[in-house]
């Protein structure tokens, strides 16, 4: 392996630096857009977008967000995008079955396969599909949004590199005024050892549109190592409702970034629910942004980490506009020699007065070698306004555990129901109720409960 194509990595007191992997650099970016049929929008986004890349290359990482992010064992030359998905293996879902859905679309080692969705939406103007797909279809409603208004291209490697070197991802466009009742399914997968997705998320609605969108991430086998570099985008209008989960259940030899988004217009509402079960390492860099006036974000978090896995979250909810709420609820569980990074801002612009801004994040600890670091912050520009914020971590309570038992529970059952009760203020925060089962039997599995 020459130079060039080495990752050479180094940690300093400013950050990460990387240099170009094999696979990723300009010979292997430009074999690369010779496999893809691109109109030539998205071509001029992918050849600025690896410009900026290869300038970032040298350029720490804001230590801010990533200097308790430990990335030395990342070596992202041993994975590469496919071209094709061979895989027939089946991969085991959370949510894919549990329910009745407007619409459906997956991918396998970032290769969409064939969406569905209910005619009646699409003869209303619903567009739900592959990126790549609608790019080229419908340039015309997806260019003035992807990658402009909430997920910025620049914003540091990791998203220049997804910028690069996407393949695909789900879009739904809900055009004004259309309620789309049912919820609708997205499924992200990686099968074959070695691959990459980059999948993106792109959710429009215009104004007064509502959906509901259920997204799962998932590994088709237990041994088989993957690398994501992800970006969602939710762009909510005037007064319409969006409501977006997103479940993380990769194997624990899966390396997980992503740079997600949303943008709330003038009594717009977006509820954004997010789970994080599983990878080896996952960093989420997580924006809210209220622009209008009347604008309301509620981002529910639940977390649980066993074996080694490192989960860290960035999270930062901006008003840009008075009367705006944010309101977001993180509860964190860790066990064996996990941990759990949190760090998050709450924003307030000069002019976006009686706003009401609050945070917490909340960790229990069920063995004493995992670590938590949750930090979170206030920038507050204007004077009258309401933010609060707030950390606690704790362990178990032996007696507790000794109550439930004596009522007949095994350990592992009376575990089961603290830790269930430990979530279930984030649970009631959730109106669907497929994904609130699928939560607690998640849980289930994490204590070795479930099958």
């Not at 910028?163 to 809900?174: D, E, I, N, P």
């Not at 009594?267 to 789970?275: E, K, P, R």
């Not at 909340?362 to 309401?386: F, K, M, Y």
């Amino acid at each position: 392996m020459t130079e060039t194509e080495e990752t050479i990595m180094s940690q300093t007191s400013q950050g990460m630096t990387i240099s170009r992997p094999g696979g990723f650099d300009r010979a292997g970016f430009e074999s690369f857009l010779e496999t893809r049929n691109d109109p030539g929008w998205v071509m001029d986004m992918r050849r600025r977008a690896f410009d900026v890349y290869s300038e970032k290359q040298s350029i720490p990482l804001d230590p801010e967000e990533w200097k308790r992010v430990e990335l030395r064992a990342f070596r992202p030359e041993k994975f590469a995008v496919a071209a094709t998905s061979e895989t027939s293996e089946v991969v085991e879902t959370l949510l894919e079955d549990r329910g009745e859905f407007a619409g459906r679309v997956s991918y396998v080692d970032g290769i969409g396969q064939s969406p569905v969705l209910d005619q009646s939406l699409a003869d209303q103007g619903v567009l739900f599909g592959n990126l790549a797909t609608l790019a080229s279809e419908h340039g015309e409603i997806l260019k003035p949004h992807f990658m402009q208004n909430a997920v910025q291209l620049d914003t540091d490697r990791f998203s220049a590199w997804h910028a690069a070197f996407w393949t695909g991802g789900t879009v739904l466009y809900v055009p004004r005024g259309v309620e789309i009742e049912q919820p609708l399914y997205s499924l992200i997968s990686l099968a074959r050892d070695g691959a990459a997705d980059f999948s993106h998320t792109l959710i429009i609605l215009e104004d007064g549109a509502s959906a509901t969108l259920l997204e799962e991430t998932s590994s088709a086998s237990r041994d088989a190592a993957g690398l994501h570099v992800g970006a969602v985008e939710l762009l909510v209008g005037r007064d319409a409702r969006l409501r977006y989960v997103q479940l993380q259940n990769w194997n624990d030899k899966v390396w997980h970034f992503a740079h997600q988004a949303g943008r709330v217009q003038s009594n717009g509402s977006l509820q954004w629910t997010v789970g994080g079960l599983g990878a080896k390492l996952a960093h989420i860099h997580q924006d809210v942004h209220l622009d209008g006036r009347g604008a309301e974000a509620q981002v529910n978090g639940v977390t649980f980490a066993t074996d080694r896995q490192v989960l860290s979250y960035y999270t930062q909810q901006t008003h840009h506009a008075a009367d705006t709420h944010s309101d977001l609820l993180y509860k964190d569980v860790l066990r064996d020699k996990s941990r759990v990074i949190w760090r998050g801002m709450i924003k307030v612009d000069q002019e976006a007065q009686q706003t009401d801004g609050y945070q917490r994040n909340d960790s229990l600890v069920l063995t004493p070698t995992c670590r938590v670091d949750a930090i979170p912050g206030l920038e507050i520009e204007a004077d009258d306004v309401r933010c609060t914020h707030g950390a606690t971590a704790g362990r178990v309570d032996e007696e507790q555990v000794f109550y439930c038992m004596s009522r007949g529970l095994t350990k592992y059952e009376a575990m089961h129901v603290i830790v269930e009760g430990f979530f279930q203020t984030v649970f009631d925060r959730i109106p669907v109720e497929i994904v609130r089962d699928t939560l607690s039997q998640t849980v289930e599995r994490k204590l070795g409960i479930g099958d």
